[in-house]
T-cell receptor
């Protein structure tokens, strides 16, 4: 089982719709979780992080964490064509080691259709 | 302007040649990291450093070397022992373990191609 899994996509949504991106992780002791956006040919850009169960909202973005189900998601409301990118889920396994090892998922490609 | 810089943006390597990728940060971060990204794949950790003069191997360190002589700088050398070095190389930094969430921030990347 891979440590961090995401649907590779592509996920296509119409402009103005809600895009839902999902991520599951295998290490039950993971402490913090990150969502990065990566445009083609560019480096990842941090969108949000979350470390408590529940929802965290920032503008059009909402991160949801359920540690019991080992599941983290990112919702993008009112999706715009500029949201078209690959979204990387990352999980911090730092509780096990002296190093904050962050494991990245393979990413989900999102396409917002005008 | 605080941030992470990487140079060069594009790099071409001949067979058997060592090349060095530069990474500099002025965020006063303690921790720095090197990742490799291949097309359609996630990020794989090459090396990381939590403090000056100390660094540790990541998941795919073979054929790479690093140094951390200054807090601001973490150069990566791709040696001739790395048989398939063509990839997008990303440098990142984070505050360090004093912060529980410790998010990583990325530089713009270096795209390395073997001729």
């Amino acid at each position: 089982q891979k440590e961090v899994e995401q649907n590779s996509g592509p996920l296509s949504v119409p402009e103005g719709a809600i895009a839902s991106l999902n991520c599951t992780y295998s290490d039950r002791g993971s402490q913090s979780f990150f969502w990065y956006r990566q445009y083609s040919g560019k480096s990842p850009e941090l969108i949000m992080f979350i470390y408590s169960n529940g929802d965290k909202e920032d503008g059009r973005f909402t991160a949801q964490l359920n540690k019991a189900s080992q599941y983290v998601s990112l919702l993008i409301r009112d999706s715009q064509p500029s949201d078209s990118a690959t979204y990387l889920c990352a999980v911090n396994h730092g509780w096990k080691t002296s190093y904050d090892k962050v494991i990245f998922g393979p990413g989900t490609s999102l396409s917002v259709i005008p | 302007d605080g941030g992470i810089t990487q140079s060069p943006k594009y790099l071409f390597r001949k067979e058997g040649q060592n090349v060095t990728l530069s990474c500099e940060q002025n965020l006063n971060h303690d921790a720095m990291y090197w990742y490799r990204q291949d097309p359609g794949q996630g990020l794989r950790l090459i090396y990381y450093s939590q403090i000056v003069n100390d660094f540790q191997k990541g998941d795919i360190a073979e054929g790479y070397s690093v140094s951390r002589e200054k807090k601001e700088s973490f150069p990566l050398t791709v040696t001739s022992a790395q048989k398939n070095p063509t990839a997008f190389y990303l440098c990142a930094s984070s505050i360090g373990r004093t912060v529980s969430y410790n998010e990583q921030f990325f530089g713009p990347g270096t795209r390395l191609t073997v001729l």
